[in-house]
């Protein structure tokens, strides 16, 4: 059981824009920046998003992240084929002293 | 260029021993932590354990305390994940990443399996 929650899956055609959610408490999202993770098949993670809604050099504006009380949103705009992959959020826990993550989306991209 | 290079795969019998490296480069090793992270088959991400290599200070997860052992040797830049007695349900990918999670290695497969 992860201490942040995502929805297991999401898909979108081609083109079109989603959003994956992150939902955790006070004492992780609720006080602290939120970055966001892709995970293609087969490969290391690579930070998506940083500190709520900066991305990282090299990364298309087709990505944004936001925040608002405990939870944290990823979007991707301009769906394309190779957006398919698992994302995941974290961030660090206050009251467990370390960085936690959510379970994990997929996307597919129809 | 940041980059972090682990060790390859091991295959290994449960009670076996093992240390797994994670090699950095482009940066100054001892001014970011390393942090290991397992993925279990078709799982996500679990924070094992974090290390500060300019003074190898260690901090673990509860869930993996005792379980493993985190070190890092400075002169060559290299983080290390061991452990003294492997089990069936350590098969899994490690990744380690440094501070910020702006970097990744590539995985270290590791398969227990009798």
């Known amino acids: 059981q992860s201490v942040l929650t995502q929805p297991p899956s999401v898909s979108a055609a081609p083109g079109q824009k989603v959003t994956i959610s992150c939902s955790g408490s006070?004492?992780?999202?609720?006080?602290?920046?939120v970055s966001w993770y892709q995970q293609l098949p087969g490969t290391a993670p690579k930070l998506l998003i940083s500190?709520?809604?900066k991305r990282p050099s090299g990364i298309p504006d087709r990505f944004s992240g936001s925040k608002s009380g405990t939870s944290a949103t990823l979007g991707i705009t301009g769906l394309q084929t190779g957006d398919e992959a698992d994302y995941y959020c974290?961030?660090?826990?206050?009251?467990?002293?370390?960085?936690?993550f959510g379970g994990g989306t997929k996307l597919t991209v129809l | 260029e940041v980059q972090l290079v682990q060790s390859g795969a091991e295959v290994k019998k449960p009670g076996e021993s093992l240390k797994i490296s994670c090699k950095a480069s482009?940066?100054?090793?001892?001014?970011?932590?390393i942090a290991w992270v397992r993925q279990m088959p078709g799982k996500g991400l679990e924070r094992m354990g974090i290390?500060?290599?300019?003074?190898?200070?260690?901090i673990y997860s509860p869930s993996f305390q005792g379980h493993i052992t985190i070190s890092a040797d400075t002169s060559i830049s290299t983080a290390y994940l061991q452990w003294s007695s492997l089990k069936a349900s350590d098969t899994a990918m490690y990744y380690c990443?440094?501070?910020?999670?702006?970097?990744w290695g590539q995985g270290t497969l590791v398969t227990v399996s009798s």
């Open positions: 990443a440094r501070q910020g999670f702006d970097s």
């Open positions: 482009g940066y100054t090793f001892t001014n970011y932590r």
């Open positions: 290390i500060y290599p300019g003074t190898s200070y260690a």
């Open positions: 006070s004492s992780n999202i609720g006080k602290n920046y």
């Open positions: 500190d709520n809604d």
């Open positions: 974290g961030t660090w826990d206050s009251s467990l002293s370390a960085e936690v």
